[in-house]
Nanobody, 121 residues
């Protein structure tokens, strides 16, 4: 199985920055795309950014130019640098990873527990 542990959330003023980290652990054959999703109260969970194992990235239009996703494959860790934060960025942020447990099994999707990000003055 794959465990994802997020860290780095908190309270920040508008215009501020936060960096989220998500470390994958457990027994798995390979990690593929990793990403960050968020869910605000009353809203559906939405993609924020994702990064393939080779480094290709995708961003939601609402965060382009403000957020940067990166990963350290040696540490099985994905990061989300969030700059110029806005109140509408307030949400629970979830880490997601697609991983294959063994060479004989198809890849599955795994989720972290979530970390709260609050942007408020």
């Amino acid at each position: 199985q794959v465990q994802l542990v997020e860290s780095g959330g908190g309270l920040v003023q508008p215009g501020g920055s936060l960096r989220l980290s998500c470390a994958a652990s457990g027994s798995f054959f390979s990690l593929y795309t990793m990403g960050w999703y968020r869910q605000a109260p009353g809203n559906q969970r939405e993609l924020v950014a994702r990064i393939a194992s080779g480094g290709t990235t995708n961003y939601a239009d609402s965060v382009k130019g403000r957020f940067t996703i990166s990963r350290d494959n040696a540490k099985n860790t994905v990061y989300l640098q969030m700059d110029s934060l806005k109140p509408e960025d307030t949400a629970v942020y979830y880490c997601n990873a697609n991983a294959r447990i063994s060479i004989t099994q198809a890849a599955s999707s795994y989720w972290g527990q979530g970390t709260q990000v609050t942007v408020s003055s």
